[in-house]
Structure formats: C-alpha cells, structure tokens
C-alpha cells in the first residue's frame, strides 16, 4: 500500500469534504426516520496532526489549523465541523464524523481494505453502538449493502485514486447505487488534475442514470512540494443532494474560503 491519508488528513479539500458531509447528515437528521451510512473507503477514522505525517507535508497546517481561530456560533455545517475538528492533534476522518453524528437508530457501515488502518478504525469506531468497522475491499463490498434496511441514507466513495482504475471502479460503484438504492444520497470525492479526466468521470458518473446531481469543487494555488505539484483542487459529485447543500456549502466557504485561500465553485450538473 502506498496510500496513507495521514499525509492528506485535515487538508483543503478534507475541510470540503467533510463540510459537505456533515452538511448531508445534519439534512438526514431532519426527518425522525432513522438513515444508514456506508463510507466505502473509510481511512482510519482518526488522524494525529501532531505527528510525523502530517508534518511532514504541512497538508494540515494550511488547511484545517487556519480555522482554529474561527468561532462560527450559529447551527451551520461550518459550526457542527468546527466542534467535531476542535481537537487540534487528533482530526476525525469522514467514518469518526459519522459516528459522532448518527442518532441511536442510525447506523454506519465502514469500510477499510488495509490491515493498519482497519485496526485502527476498528478502535476509532469500538465506542460507537451503531457504527460497524468491516475489513475488506469497499467496491466489492457494496452492492451487497444495497439497499440499505432503512431505505434513506448516504454512500459515501471517497478512494485514494492510487490507480488511474479508481475513476472507473468509482463510476462503476455509483452505477450499482442506482441500480438498487436509487433515492440514495452519493457522495464521490475525486481529485483535479486536470479539466478533461475531472469532466469525463463525472459525464461517465452522470450517464449511469442519474438525474439530479451537484458537483462541488475546491482550488487552492498550487504549490511545489519537492519535485511534485500537490494537489490544488478536488471535486466531491453528490448525487441526490439534499436541498440546501450548495447553499451550506457556499455559507461555509464565504467565511472559511478565505482562511483557507480556496474558492469553491458549485455547479449543478442535472436536475433543478
Ligand atoms: N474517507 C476517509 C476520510 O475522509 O477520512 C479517507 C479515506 S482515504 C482517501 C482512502 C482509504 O481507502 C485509505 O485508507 C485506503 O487504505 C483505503 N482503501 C484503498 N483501497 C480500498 C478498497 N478497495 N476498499 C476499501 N478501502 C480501500
């Protein structure tokens, strides 16, 4: 495995990401039937920013640490990430997020493939009742988690893109959500690097049968990290999104983007 999100964790586009995570789950919680979770690539569901990892590529420290300061008050998305981030060393990744989220008949399944980072998600998750930690391969796994018992609820795609097969396998996944859950909320997180890969996955994820979708991207300048340019900009395809997303996300951005130095662009790709 050569993918560890530790290097990643707390970055831009994880504050967009799991804005717009907390964002869908705050809008599940609006309605007393309960909904389930199924994070197909879930990490391991807890990040130390103090240590070597992240420091080593200051990923972090230009994301999330810029909005240490903030005090968003008000029951926004922006103010429910800022107190589950509060922990300055250890960061929640999207399956912690959840968990903390969930009501009690709420459920989330989490899915990690990697030995290490499934023992320590399995450790993240072991206080949460109705959170589920399985080892094993997400794309595989989650057309047998479909439909979910409780018929309302989130996917959550979110894999390394180690291999250029992950946008493909990505789509794929999508497909077999609307095959089988076709109400259900997608959320699939996909890196920028270029204009033409980004389009093409998501006309490739639009014609799988979709009819209503936001795609949400965020920028940053881009800079040089050894010889490498880092990723400057990601996009998160939400499928189904609940009404008032793009409206969170343009909220939670007018004060974060600026701390941040990222813009964020939303763009409705089908339906109104
Ligand atoms: N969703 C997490 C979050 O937001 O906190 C971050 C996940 S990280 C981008 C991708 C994770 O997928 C890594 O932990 C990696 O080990 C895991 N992974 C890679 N291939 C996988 C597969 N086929 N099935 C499940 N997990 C996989």
Redesign the pocket.
Known sequence: ?N?R?AFHAGNFA?VA??LALVSVLSHLKKKETPFAVI??????GVYDLAGEAAARTGEAEAGVARLRDLTATEPSALATYLELASDAARYP??PLIAARMLRPGDRLIA????PE?FAALKTALYPFARARAVQG???ALLAGLLPPQERRGLV?I???YESPDDFAAAARAVAAVMKRFATGIVMVWFPVKSKAEADGFCGEVLATGVTKALRIDVSVEPVKSGDKERLSSAGLLVINPPFGLDRDMTAAFDVAGPLLKARLDVMRLAGD
């Open positions: 495995m993918y999100h994880d990401k799991h994070d197909t690539h879930a990490g391991r990744g999207s899915i990690e493939k990697h980072e391969d997400g794309f959550l979110d894999p390394p």
